[in-house]
Each structure stands twice: as C-alpha cells, then as structure tokens.
C-alpha cells in the first residue's frame, strides 16, 4: 500500500489522499476537543477501512472512553491494526502495539511505546498526547513535565500542533508545581491557538493551586466563547470554574454551577460523573444540604462496579454510590479486593495497594464510622498521586480525610491536617474558617 505525508511530514499508510486528509481533519478535533471527532475518525473509514492508524485510533479512542463496554471493540481494533502492521511504517506498527497494550489494560506499557516512538519520530503529536494522557493516569508528574519537554526542541511555532504542545507543557510544568512557567506556556499555547480546552485548563490549575481566584476566573471567562465549544471537557472547565467559586465561599454560586453545567444527565462519560461526584462531596464538607442529587449519579455507576480501568474512576464511583448507601458500595469494593485480572493489567497493582484501603476509607467515612475512614486513609495518604488524576482533583480525598478527622475522635489529627492546608492554601475561604474556628475551640 502506498504512503503519504500527514500534516507534519510523517508517513501514513494509506490507499490514498482522501484518508490521510481525514486523518489530519480527526487528529486536529482530538486536540481541540471537537465534538465531531468521532464523526471524523469514521470518515477515515469511509476513505480507507485498511488504513492501520484509523484502527489504532479507534482503539485508542474506545480506551479514552474509559468504559468496560467498549474494551472488547478496543481489542478487536487493535487485533486489526497489528493484523495490518507487517505491511505498515515501522512507526506505524509501533502505534499498533502502543493499541494492543493499552487495550489489553496495560496503560503503562502503552506509554513506553508512545515514548519509543516519540524518541525516534519527535513530530508524532498523537504520540505525544497519548503518552500526556498515560502519564497523567499514571500519577507521574515528572513524566508528564518531561515527555513535553523532550520533544519541543523539534518543534517550530509555525508547524500544525504546536500551540498544543504549549498547552501540554504547561500542564507538566504545573502538576510539577513550576507554576510560573506553567502559566507561561499556557498564555503562550492560548495566543497561538484560543480553542485549546487543555490549556486553558492548565492555566486554572495553576490559579487554583496558587489561591488565585479572581485571576483563574477572569481567565475562564475571557475565553469562555472557546472552551464552550468543546466536547464534554467543557464541562470539567465549568468544574474549575466552581472550585475557585468554592474557594470563595460562594456556595450558592457553586450549587447553581453543579445543576446548570456540572451534572449531565444524560451523559456515561466517566469525567462527567467524577465532576460531578466530587463536587457534590465538597459541597456536603463545606456543610451545604445538597439533597437527592446523589441519587442519579448512583444510578449511573450502579452497573459499572466491575470495570476497573482507572483506580481514579473506581473511587469516584464507590463514592457515589456509598453516599446514598447502596449494597453496591460495599459488593464494588470487595470486588476490588478479589480482583485478580491479568498480569499485563499495569492498574492491578494500584488497584490493591490503594484502591482496597480508599475504598475502605470511602465506606466508614459515608458510614459515620470516622475513626475508621482516618484508619484507613492515613497509611496511603502520601501514595495517592499513583491512582493519577491532578493535584485538584486528588485533593477531594485530602478533604475527606480532613472532614473525617475533624468528626471522629482525634483532635489531634484534625488540627495537623487543618494546619497543613492552611500554610498550602492561605488564601481558601473554607479552609481559613475552619482553621481558626478550631483553633479557637
């Protein structure tokens, strides 16, 4: 089969012009978060159904979804694509066992073949973003500081993607807490491109790490006519959005975002429902009634206790469904514990050592019972970067910890805990007030 040149001068596969055009018109949607990129991917198919990187990017945008329904048409995309890789590229058939790991739910091995290739073919942005992904995942900060920055000496600003790289960048600088030079690259990545969800995302980390609410808010709504017109991340800059509402000690504002922009109803994706789990938790700790609203996204998760694909996602939904008391809650988590899967499963380990005992955390917290949530929590406390996700978004089980202490019987731990996020997070209105009312009874 003959090859072409993609948009950034790599060869593809491919019976002919038509399919590598929409593969650049799919690559370019994925990056800024079209919600039409599926739509793309399939008139790939439609252009060439042999072209091996339409079937890697079928499987890997099955993985993305982070559904247990969707591993099996993973799989059978990346039995595909290696079927087609003898006849491929060598990066290409790189692409095919990057596939056939991740969708075998080995994400790790998935992000060192990203990385392979990325060390041979710099420009390879799909590579790059994919292995962005498998490192944020994975807890690993400095990788994800790392895999960016190795690669953008490569690069020129006038070459198709690199605004997004930018926003990457700044998103590794920032989990990585360089925080200046993460708001950097995120300005930087916005001047080139303002339709880039991601780093307009990263730059409301920073303000959010940094207590800098009035500035991350200006932000989010100077580009707001942008980011709106995303795919469901949009709804995760509403998160933010709340978060600094939060910080702010507006929690009727922050009640008002969750039922406007925050809960989809309709929607499965599980970063709808992690949104959505989590602030509704935040709310409760800061003392607000939240009502039934637990209840619909119980009912979400109900049939999705056995997926395990991110130990992130597990713990989101055990939380849900432990909030309105489900059964669930307690058969997911021993699940968790009898789970054996398969040795190529890089979440396994994870899974065990730090699912298990936040599960057990989660469960006594919702139960009442807050001597032993902290039991539980404290040992794996400083571990909890490895079940992956942000800063932001682990800090939902600082807060729980933080709660349970506070309502169990150590004092002690509660006024450690409270001291230690006042110093990391001076300028947080519910953590200034709890603080100083602690301090004072």
Same mark, same amino acid.
């Given at each position: 089969?003959?090859?072409?040149?993609?948009?950034?001068?790599?060869?593809?596969?491919? $019976?002919?012009?038509?399919?590598?055009?929409?593969?650049?018109?799919?690559?370019?949607? @994925?990056?800024?978060?079209?919600? %039409?990129?599926?739509?793309?991917?399939?008139?790939?198919?439609?252009? %060439?159904?042999?072209?091996?990187? $339409?079937?890697?990017?079928?499987?890997?945008?099955?993985?993305?979804?982070?559904?247990?329904?969707?591993?099996?048409?993973?799989?059978?995309?990346?039995?595909?694509?290696?079927?087609? $890789?003898?006849?491929?590229?060598?990066?290409?058939?790189?692409?095919?066992?990057?596939?056939?790991?991740?969708?075998?739910?080995?994400?790790?091995?998935?992000?060192?073949?990203?990385?392979?290739?990325?060390?041979?073919?710099?420009? /390879?942005?799909?590579?790059?973003?994919?292995?962005?992904?498998?490192?944020?995942?994975?807890? %690993? /900060?400095?990788? #994800?500081? /790392?895999?960016?920055?190795?690669?953008?000496? @490569?690069?020129?600003?006038?070459?198709?993607?690199?605004?997004?790289?930018?926003?990457?960048?700044?998103?590794?600088?920032?989990?990585?807490?360089? @925080?200046?030079?993460?708001?950097?690259?995120?300005?930087?990545?916005?001047?080139?491109?303002?339709?880039?969800?991601? $780093?307009?995302?990263?730059?409301?980390?920073?303000?959010?790490?940094?207590?800098?609410?009035?500035?991350?808010?200006?932000?989010?709504?100077?580009?707001?006519?942008?980011?709106?017109?995303?795919?469901?991340?949009?709804?995760?800059?509403?998160?933010?959005?709340?978060?600094?509402?939060? =910080?702010?000690?507006?929690?009727?504002?922050?009640?008002?975002?969750?039922?406007?922009?925050?809960?989809?109803?309709?929607?499965?994706?599980?970063?709808?429902?992690?949104?959505?789990?989590?602030?509704?938790?935040?709310?409760?700790?800061?003392?607000? =009634?939240?009502?039934?609203?637990?209840?619909?996204?119980?009912?979400?998760?109900?049939?999705?206790?056995?997926?395990?694909?991110?130990?992130?996602?597990?713990?989101?939904?055990?939380?849900?469904?432990?909030?309105?008391?489900?059964?669930?809650?307690?058969?997911?988590?021993?699940?968790?514990?009898?789970?054996?899967? =398969?040795?190529?499963?890089?979440?396994?380990?994870?899974?065990?050592?730090?699912?298990?005992?936040?599960?057990?955390?989660?469960?006594?917290?919702?139960?009442?019972?807050?001597?032993?949530?902290?039991?539980?929590?404290?040992?794996?406390?400083?571990?909890?970067?490895?079940?992956?996700?942000?800063?932001?978004?682990? %800090?939902?089980?600082? #807060?729980?910890?933080?709660?349970?202490?506070?309502?169990?019987?150590?004092?002690?731990?509660?006024?450690?805990?409270?001291?230690?996020?006042?110093?990391?997070?001076?300028?947080?209105?519910?953590?200034?007030?709890?603080?100083?009312?602690?301090?004072?009874?």
């Amino acid at each position: 089969m003959p090859t072409f040149n993609d948009e950034r001068e790599l060869s593809l596969t491919a $019976a002919g012009q038509d399919a590598v055009d929409a593969y650049n018109h799919t690559i370019r949607g @994925y990056l800024c978060m079209a919600p %039409d990129t599926g739509d793309r991917m399939k008139a790939i198919f439609a252009a %060439d159904g042999d072209m091996i990187m $339409a079937h890697c990017l079928k499987g890997y945008f099955m993985m993305l979804m982070a559904m247990g329904g969707l591993v099996p048409k993973a799989q059978a995309a990346a039995a595909k694509a290696m079927e087609l $890789a003898p006849g491929a590229t060598p990066r290409e058939a790189l692409h095919a066992r990057a596939v056939s790991h991740w969708a075998n739910r080995d994400l790790d091995g998935a992000a060192r073949v990203w990385e392979e290739i990325l060390l041979d073919y710099p420009h /390879d942005i799909l590579a790059a973003r994919l292995a962005h992904f498998g490192h944020f995942y994975c807890g %690993d /900060d400095r990788r #994800l500081r /790392d895999s960016v920055n190795r690669i953008l000496p @490569y690069w020129t600003e006038n070459m198709p993607g690199y605004s997004y790289l930018k926003g990457m960048q700044a998103f590794g600088f920032e989990e990585f807490g360089e @925080y200046t030079r993460a708001q950097a690259a995120a300005e930087k990545a916005i001047e080139l491109e303002p339709n880039d969800p991601w $780093a307009t995302h990263a730059y409301a980390h920073v303000m959010e790490m940094q207590d800098r609410q009035d500035e991350g808010l200006a932000w989010i709504e100077r580009l707001r006519p942008h980011w709106t017109q995303a795919n469901n991340f949009q709804n995760h800059i509403w998160w933010h959005e709340a978060l600094m509402m939060m =910080d702010q000690g507006r929690m009727d504002d922050v009640m008002a975002q969750y039922d406007a922009h925050v809960f989809e109803p309709d929607s499965e994706e599980y970063l709808d429902i992690c949104n959505a789990t989590s602030l509704l938790q935040r709310l409760e700790i800061m003392g607000l =009634d939240v009502g039934g609203r637990w209840a619909p996204l119980a009912d979400k998760v109900r049939e999705r206790t056995e997926e395990h694909i991110l130990t992130f996602v597990d713990m989101h939904y055990l939380l849900a469904l432990a909030a309105v008391g489900d059964g669930k809650a307690h058969e997911m988590r021993e699940f968790l514990a009898a789970y054996e899967g =398969d040795e190529a499963d890089s979440n396994l380990p994870i899974m065990k050592a730090l699912g298990v005992p936040m599960a057990d955390a989660i469960i006594a917290y919702r139960d009442g019972r807050y001597d032993d949530a902290t039991a539980a929590m404290m040992p794996v406390r400083y571990e909890v970067w490895q079940v992956g996700g942000s800063h932001a978004q682990r %800090d939902l089980f600082e #807060l729980i910890l933080i709660d349970a202490a506070m309502k169990g019987t150590n004092a002690a731990l509660a006024r450690g805990l409270l001291a230690e996020r006042h110093a990391a997070k001076p300028g947080d209105h519910w953590t200034e007030k709890t603080y100083t009312g602690l301090l004072a009874a």
